[in-house]
């Protein structure tokens, strides 16, 4: 019996005509923090798009908790367990912090005292976000929509949480707070797959990784490993 929460088999993806994804194969068990790097354009968001029901995999088979989500639409994928907090965060910017927390939350329907349960699990991880939630998203600093990205996604309640870029254009010391708020959601029993241009964070942080090159997996093995390996601290780490 495997532990592999989630299960990606040989999925081969495209846009259009652009091959994107050329048969890859990667896994994350339970309580894992997997990390996918690599550099722009190989393929790490669009993982994450068909793992979520965004894109569909022309060949290939991706499973959660064993059971596989071919066919189904993006919002049967939450039902399954699976979150996800895009690149750019895409919040609702018109809408307050609370209002946005509500949408994270759409699949537990009205199941009140659940979904309070889990705004106040958002609000013991970000508290800058209780302060703010009757703020307009859109006023919220960088780092706040990134919280309330990552926030959002959780009101699900997920059993996979996908991650994209959360550090991007965050100041070093918000990236530390943020990566430290993902090992806290770890901790409480969520898989992460996090695609992250931070490979060195990101590395740190995982307990294995993923290196993607053009729609391909090129390495995999322990983050440690991965760190200390020399093709990936010449590509990624800025090593010479």
């Known amino acids: 019996m495997s532990d592999a929460i989630l299960d990606i088999q040989d999925v081969q993806a495209y846009y259009g005509h652009v091959h994107a994804l050329k048969g890859i ?15 722009n354009g190989a393929g790490k968001t669009t993982v994450l798009r068909t793992v979520s029901g965004l894109l ?5 088979e991706v499973r959660i908790g064993g059971q596989s989500i ?3 639409q993006a919002h049967q994928v939450v039902y399954m367990g699976v979150s996800h907090a895009p690149e750019g ?6 809408l307050s912090v609370n209002e946005n927390l509500n949408m994270g939350a759409y699949s537990l329907g009205s ?5 309070e349960q889990h705004r106040e699990r958002v609000f013991a991880l970000f508290p800058r976000l209780r ?23 959780l009101m699900a309640d997920p059993k996979v949480l996908l991650l994209d870029e959360p550090s991007l254009g965050l100041a070093p010391l918000l990236v530390r707070a943020i990566f430290d708020t993902v090992k806290q959601i770890n901790a409480s029993g969520v898989a992460i797959l996090l695609v992250e241009q931070n490979a060195r964070a990101a590395l740190r ?4 990784g993923y290196v993607l090159e053009t729609g391909n997996i090129v390495l995999a093995g322990p983050a440690g490993q991965l760190l200390a390996d020399e093709r990936v601290r010449k590509a990624y780490l800025g090593e010479q």
């Open 25 to 39: 194969s990667l896994s994350v068990n339970q309580g894992e923090i997997v990390a996918l790097i690599g550099a």
């Open 205 to 208: 942080l995982a307990h294995k």
């Open 89 to 94: 965060r895409k919040i609702f910017s018109t």
């Open 131 to 153: 302060e703010r939630r009757n703020q307009l998203a859109g006023t919220l600093s960088g780092g706040e929509q990134q919280m309330l990205a990552i926030g959002r996604a």
């Open 70 to 72: 071919r066919g189904m």
């Open 111 to 115: 199941q009140r005292a659940r979904i």
């Open 56 to 60: 569909r995999p022309r060949q290939g």
